[in-house]
């Protein structure tokens, strides 16, 4: 005489349990999973969008600070170079560093939104999703 013994406590819990019991179990742990990723994608955007803000923020501020260095540098330089080399050379000279600059200060933006991740921990649970739902033998 044996008797047989369920191999696990799931196959246990299938073996006790109705088939309507088991399908409310399984929607509510699936609408359970569902508000837990969008929980995760609330908190990720939000970490995306704080960032992106203080890159857009700093791209701002460059571009006002630039604009005064640019405006009170420049005149003073444009004028002190006039005298060596006259008025129009001494202005291209002073717009071709302003040129550097810009293009310093510009790339150093783009790096900072470039580095926002946007949401790799819910893409991440989204795609373990579909595995789960398998059934294994």
């Known amino acids: 005489m044996t008797s047989e013994m369920p ?50 923020g700093m791209l701002a501020g460059a571009s006002v600070a630039g604009h005064f260095v640019l405006l009170f540098l420049s005149l003073g330089l444009w004028w002190a170079l006039g005298y060596v080399m006259g008025l129009g050379w001494s202005a291209v000279v002073i717009a071709v560093i302003w040129g550097i600059v810009a293009a310093i200060l510009a790339t150093l933006g783009r790096k900072e939104l470039n580095a926002i991740k946007g949401m790799p921990q819910t893409a991440q649970t989204l795609q373990e999703i579909p595995p789960t739902l398998k059934p294994t033998t």
Do not use: I, N, P, W
């Open 7 to 56: 191999d696990t406590a799931a196959h246990a819990k299938a073996e006790t349990s109705s088939l309507g019991d088991l399908l409310a179990e399984v929607t509510r742990d699936m609408s359970t999973l569902m508000r837990q990723e969008v929980e995760l994608a609330k908190v990720e955007l939000k970490q995306s969008a704080t960032r992106a803000g203080k890159g857009s």
